[in-house]
Structures are given as structure tokens and as C-alpha cells.
């Protein structure tokens, strides 16, 4: 069986979605309808910004979402998944694509999450850091012996390489102990602060009132959410985990693990970049990953 995988935030890139503005009606229709939403016209960002106008968080998590999905309905009948899933921000692209939100309502959730996740970095300095080739319950262990300082594993991306995230005393105190214990790297990420951790808690509170507001529709496929790794179809489940998301670990080990065993052997990346497809050859070295 065939799923599809959108990426998250990292993803982006200079001239992103512009061949499909050029020759697509239905995208550049899509893309303008983007611009009036936003209030702005993110794609003069997207196709001749600059690499610095592209990681601003508020423009970043907009592009991913608006490449990914208006990929996604530029394939037609050709997108006939069995199931979707994304990581982190990906999983919005995944829940529109799926049909579980709108076109419109997704876009607008992933521009208040953007804000708001920006606001709460401003509000606490913090960051990530990558930590390679060390077992994950030795970065558990480790991140939870600290004491005084916010720190967790946020990013399960592939066996031997999971993010952590935290203040940023925090995360130079981890990335101490960690090389100590035989980790090959312990690579701080150039992001705004510390997603997918506690601190992002005046996101998720903003967030969740504006999800609450959100009509959920069943999904045509199965959604696998990062929260648990397991696949949804309810709505009200698919609301508790898009709300859950922001201060919880993205578990993309745990989802490719659950997909291959549900028969997902073939993997479809939409959006930009090649990144989903690297991590799920390292997760399960049999599948087939390609980009749409």
C-alpha cells in the first residue's frame, strides 16, 4: 500500500512552488487565493525572496503548507493514497490534503500557529539540537536528570537521530552530558526556540481556541498523527492531537514503524525538499520513498 508524507519546517527553499504557479491554473489560482488570506503576498517570498525572508517562522510554516498541498491537488487522480501522515507541520498539509480540513481553515490554522509559536519563542529564549547516534532512552534519561532548566526529546526522526529541545541553558548542559556519553554530535539548529516542548504551552493555549473554532471533517484516508504515532479518522481525536501537538514530541520513528507494519511499504514525499524520504530509508531500509 501507497502512503503520502509531508515534510515540516527545514524544508524550504528559494523558488519553491514557482513551476507550479507558471504552469498550473489551478495552482496559481490556489496561490493567489493564499496572498488574500494572508494579507500579504507570500509568494513574491517564496519564488524571489531571500533564504533570510524564508526562515522567518510566520512565511516558513505558510510556504511548506501552500507547496505541499497545492502539490498534492495538482496530482488529481493521480493522489490516491491509503494513508497520510506529516511531521509537524506537515501533519496539517497531511490533514488537508486528506480532506479532514479545508483548504482555507488549514491555511489560516497554520498562519496563527506560525504567530503563535513566534511569540512564545520571543517570550522564552530557547532552541533545539540535534543528537546523533546515541540510543533514544539515553537522551530521555539524560534530559530528565537535568534539573532547573526545561529540556525533552522533541524530534524522533530516525533511529540515532533524535532533536531535543529546552531552554537554552538547558540544551548546552544536554549536549555537554551527551557528548560525554558517546554521542557522535550534539548539533544546535538554527530555529526561534524550543518547539515541541513545554514552552511552547502560550502556543498551544492560543492554538487550541482557534482548532476548537475549526470544522474537522473525517478524513477520505487515514491520518497518522504525531502525538502517538497511531492512525485517526475521527474528528474529535483528530482536534485533541492537532491541539496536543504543539508542547508534545513528534514520534516520526514510531509513525513509519506503525505504517510499515499496517502493509505502508511505498512512501510518496510532497512538498519541498527530499527530507522525509532519508529518514524513512533509515527507518526502515526496505521501504520504497520517492517525491511526488
Not at 531535543?164 to 556519553?181: F, M, Q, T, V
Not at 544546535?188 to 504551552?201: D, I, N, Q, R, T
Not at 483528530?238 to 514510531?254: D, E, F, G, S, Y
Not at 513509519?256 to 519541498?272: K, W
Request: aromatic share 6%; net charge neutral.
Amino acid at each position: 500500500m501507497k502512503a503520502y508524507v509531508f515534510p515540516g519546517q527545514g524544508a524550504q527553499f528559494v523558488g519553491m512552488g514557482k513551476d507550479l504557479y507558471d504552469n498550473s491554473p489551478l495552482a496559481k489560482e490556489m496561490f493567489e487565493k493564499a496572498n488574500k488570506i494572508l494579507g500579504f503576498r507570500i509568494t513574491d517570498l517564496m519564488f524571489a525572496g531571500t533564504d533570510e525572508d524564508l526562515k522567518q517562522t510566520k512565511v516558513t510554516q505558510p510556504a511548506i503548507f501552500l507547496h505541499s498541498v497545492i502539490l498534492a491537488k495538482t496530482l488529481g487522480a493521480d493522489f490516491k493514497p491509503a494513508a497520510v501522515a506529516g511531521h509537524s507541520l506537515g501533519e496539517f498539509s497531511a490533514l488537508v490534503a486528506a480532506g479532514a480540513l479545508s483548504f482555507e481553515d488549514g491555511l489560516v490554522l497554520v498562519s496563527k500557529r506560525a504567530l503563535a509559536m513566534q511569540k512564545a519563542c520571543e517570550k522564552n529564549p530557547s532552541t533545539m539540537a540535534a543528537i546523533l547516534n546515541l540510543e533514544d532512552k539515553v537522551v530521555e534519561e539524560t534530559c530528565a536528570s537535568i534539573t532547573g532548566e526545561v529540556v525533552v526529546a522533541a524530534n524522533y526522526n530516525c533511529p540515532g537521530q533524535l532533536v531535543i529541545s529546552g531552554s537554552n541553558a538547558g540544551i548546552d548542559k544536554a549536549c555537554e552530558l551527551l557528548l560525554a556519553k558517546g554521542a557522535k554530535r550534539a548539533l544546535k539548529l538554527p530555529v526561534g526556540g524550543a518547539f515541541h516542548s513545554p514552552l511552547m504551552e502560550p502556543a498551544r493555549v492560543e492554538l487550541e481556541a482557534a482548532i476548537a473554532a475549526t470544522t474537522v471533517n473525517k478524513p477520505s484516508w487515514p491520518v497518522y498523527q504525531n502525538v502517538d504515532a497511531k492512525p485517526y479518522t475521527d474528528p474529535a481525536a483528530i482536534k485533541k492531537n492537532m491541539i496536543a501537538q504543539l508542547t508534545a514530541p513528534v514520534r516520526w520513528t514510531q509513525t513509519i514503524q506503525n505504517m510499515c507494519a499496517d502493509g505502508h511499504v511505498s512512501y510518496v514525499e510532497v512538498g519541498p525538499g527530499k527530507v522525509l524520504q532519508g529518514l524513512i530509508k533509515k527507518i526502515s531500509p526496505t521501504a520504497e520513498a520517492v517525491s511526488a
